[in-house]
């Protein structure tokens, strides 16, 4: 797997299995009917933040992710990332590998510790991802995520110095 800068060209690739997570309604609170270009702002991410997704030897995106400072001004010592893996290639270490790249990228740029503002706890894979990698929830705010079939779940703050 090598994991590279995101380019626009990459969207196409990265747009399906983006459009079906957020469909879904289960881990991000993006608006479900978010279009494909209003995607793209979202996602792709210009200078100094950061874009990338990982690909197989075949070049077939496998994840993507994204990364900046949690908050500007005073608050920018500390980074915030996202990630998306394509849901066929799930369990494989896409993910694990996506959020090691941005931890090792948000030392090297200078940040004192990285951030996740809005963890779905009932997103047991990547809190348990998170939790393996440092990462500590630091609060949850009860019923702030609405779950297509759970109901109103938490959402989790973790954090992590690096």
């Known amino acids: 797997m090598l994991i590279r800068e995101a380019t626009a060209e990459d969207w196409p690739a990265i747009w399906p299995f983006f459009q079906e997570i957020v469909a879904r309604g289960e881990t991000f609170p993006y608006p479900l009917d978010l279009g494909r270009e209003q995607g793209r702002d979202w996602w792709l991410l210009p200078t100094p933040d950061r874009t990338v997704v990982a690909v197989d ?51 090297a740029a200078g940040f004192r510790a990285m951030q996740f503002n809005a963890v779905v706890a009932s997103n047991e894979r990547a809190v348990g991802l998170y939790r393996s990698l440092g990462f500590e929830v630091l609060g949850t705010v009860p019923e702030g995520f609405r779950h297509p079939e759970l109901g109103l779940v938490g959402l989790h703050i973790m954090h992590r110095p690096l």
Do not use: E, F, I
């Open 57 to 107: 030897q075949a070049g077939t995106v496998l994840g993507t992710a994204k990364m900046n400072a949690n908050r500007p001004g005073n608050g920018d010592h500390v980074a915030s990332a996202s990630y998306m893996v394509d849901p066929a290639h799930a369990g494989r270490g896409v993910g694990r590998a996506l959020c090691a790249y941005t931890l090792d990228w948000a030392r």
